[in-house]
């Protein structure tokens, strides 16, 4: 007997709640590059470029409201007919599409699908994954019951339309492609990234996927590209003024101060909120911020910060599964603590390197924290490497004060500084530090939370209420790079003055004037670049946090042996 016209793909299970419908669009992503489609579909992921900016301009017009088809019988009988944006839907394909446009004529229907850009120069008349997304279309239609032989891609850029045909070999690619994604969904592995493709530089996802860094780290194969980094002006909004309102009016922020208005952002330039003390925020305005996934943060007066709104949050489930269940592993968060401990060592050393001001050398503390270093491999517990860590930082802080100019200073309090010392911080030099480590902690917290994590789940830094453990975690090889190095260079540049602090009750804190000034440093170091050591092309601060929490993911997820810590010479 013949095979039927259209068989089903054995190999395909019918979908269920645990292996939702596979959108069309995602096939053709699957079939452009796995990862692509797994980091987009299972994970969430999502970044737009120009080009996703382009193909929604291009599908403005059929992107409207929903349309219907009229049944395969009444299209038989209708001469002509054009139906836009219609969805359909099939269990036993496991599939979903929402169909741009469809055309009839003399009874069969025509799928068109919309494209960006001009028509590729190809054997084909178009790229296999856009066949493919267009071959799922038709398999639908088939499915539910219309004579639908071939389909149209319509190309904006050089409005040609390219016909493809729906034979046996494409149709059978695309249930291959179909099958091959909810089997990768259902795995729960991420294929490995594309090895020096060059369809990667131009991908929406390049700075999530991290194809090149994640094959030099596996492989060491061939040095990393550039990331080309998408221009952005959006920086964070800080707001001090007490009882100030911030407010939405249109597409700005506005904040004001007894019903005056003091200040405005526009919400486009905008990256995050970031409240210091009684300040009140509109329920239209907070809703707006959650929709852009802006998030706000919130601090104390005096800068401490205890806690941040954002929206629904990420969706990467897999990801904060990895996180919680490398947290109950000893062994797995000792590993990674001392990687963590070390390299803040190593990072505290070159601080004190380059910023040494004393004329006694600074050769024996250099010599005694370069041993202190080593140590955290050669732990075997989580108490022995804390006293580590607090042994090699009693050492740094107790030659913290040579880093800062030795010029006296007027005024009642100077930045003469002997040791650490905090809640409360009783001299200038320990304020500024303190208020540095709240800001980081903050910017730590906001980047993870961005990724996928959850902030306040630690591998080093144990769970306890209201702390961002992991947040702190990642942060410590950052202190002396961004926080320490910021106290160091407002005191030496005289950013900060003796007469920004004010003293009551043997705790001392900043002004309002030398706060804002001291965060304007602190942006700034944000916004300095740095060559990163292990992939040699410079990258921002700001950048850099985003991307090591991707990397804590590639190694939660079992990508990378090891968390690659930041360490700079």
Not at 54 to 74: I, Q, Y
Not at 190 to 212: A, N, Q, Y
Request: positive net charge; contains cysteine; glycine residues 8%.
């Amino acid at each position: 007997m013949p095979a039927p016209e259209h068989p089903a793909p054995p190999s395909t299970p019918s979908a269920t709640a645990d292996t939702p419908l596979v959108p069309a669009r995602m096939v053709n992503e699957y079939v452009y590059c796995p990862r692509l489609a797994y980091l987009e579909w299972v994970q969430g992921e999502w970044a737009d470029s120009s080009d996703t900016v382009e193909g929604r301009h291009a599908h403005r017009r059929v992107n409207r409201d929903g349309g219907a088809l009229p049944a395969p019988a009444e299209v038989e009988e209708a001469p002509r007919l054009h139906a836009r944006s219609v969805t359909l839907s099939s269990e036993r394909l496991g599939l979903i599409a929402k169909l741009d446009l469809i055309e009839s004529d003399g009874g069969r229907v025509t799928p068109v699908d919309y494209k960006r850009g001009k028509r590729p120069h190809v054997g084909a008349g178009a790229h296999e994954p856009e066949r493919v997304q267009l071959c799922a279309q038709g398999l639908l239609l088939r499915e539910h019951g219309y004579d639908c032989a071939e389909g149209v891609l319509y190309f904006v850029g050089s409005r040609e339309r390219v016909r493809v045909a729906f034979d046996d070999d494409l149709v059978v690619t695309t249930r291959d492609a179909i099958d091959g994604l909810r089997r990768v969904a259902t795995a729960g592995v991420i294929p490995p990234p594309l090895e020096d493709s060059p369809k990667c530089p131009r991908c929406s996802l390049v700075e999530i996927c991290l194809p090149d860094e994640v094959n030099h780290l596996t492989r060491g194969k061939v040095a990393p590209r550039p990331i080309a980094v998408p221009c952005t002006d959006a920086l964070p909004l800080y707001v001090q003024a007490r009882q100030a309102k911030v407010a939405k009016s249109g597409e700005t922020l506005v904040v004001s101060v007894d019903d005056k208005k003091v200040a405005t952002a526009r919400l486009d330039e905008t990256s995050q909120v970031i409240l210091m003390g009684n300040i009140y925020v509109t329920t239209p305005c907070l809703h707006e911020l959650m929709w852009r996934d802006i998030p706000v943060t919130w601090h104390s007066y005096g800068g401490w910060f205890f806690g941040h709104t954002t929206g629904n949050g990420h969706k990467n489930v897999e990801l904060r599964t990895a996180q919680y269940r490398a947290s109950f592993d000893e062994a797995t968060c000792l590993r990674f603590a001392k990687g963590l401990v070390g390299a803040k060592i190593q990072n505290c050393r070159t601080l004190l390197r380059r910023n040494w001001k004393r004329d006694a050398s600074s050769q024996p503390v250099l010599v005694d924290m370069k041993s202190d270093s080593r140590r955290p491999a050669r732990v075997t517990s989580m108490a022995e490497l804390l006293g580590v860590e607090g042994t090699a930082a009693a050492r740094y802080f107790r030659a913290f004060g040579a880093m800062l100019q030795d010029e006296p200073r007027d005024g009642e309090l100077g930045f003469d500084f002997t040791t650490r010392n905090r809640r409360p911080p009783t001299d200038p030099v320990n304020a500024l530090l303190s208020f540095a480590y709240s800001l980081l902690a903050r910017s730590w917290t906001v980047a993870l939370a961005a990724v996928g994590f959850d902030p306040f789940r630690g591998l080093y830094h144990q769970a306890r209420y209201g702390r961002p453990g992991l947040a702190l975690d990642l942060m410590e090889p950052f202190r002396p790079l961004i926080a320490d190095s910021v106290v160091v260079q407002a005191i030496n540049n005289g950013e900060v003055r003796p007469t920004d602090f004010r003293s009551a009750a043997g705790a001392v804190n900043l002004t309002r004037d030398g706060r804002r000034r001291f965060i304007a440093t602190y942006e700034r170091r944000l916004g300095h670049e740095v060559v990163h050591p292990l992939f040699g092309y410079r990258v921002s601060y700001r950048r850099l946090m985003e991307m090591q929490a991707r990397l804590f993911g590639r190694f939660l997820l079992g990508e990378l042996p090891e968390y690659p810590n930041f360490t700079t010479r």
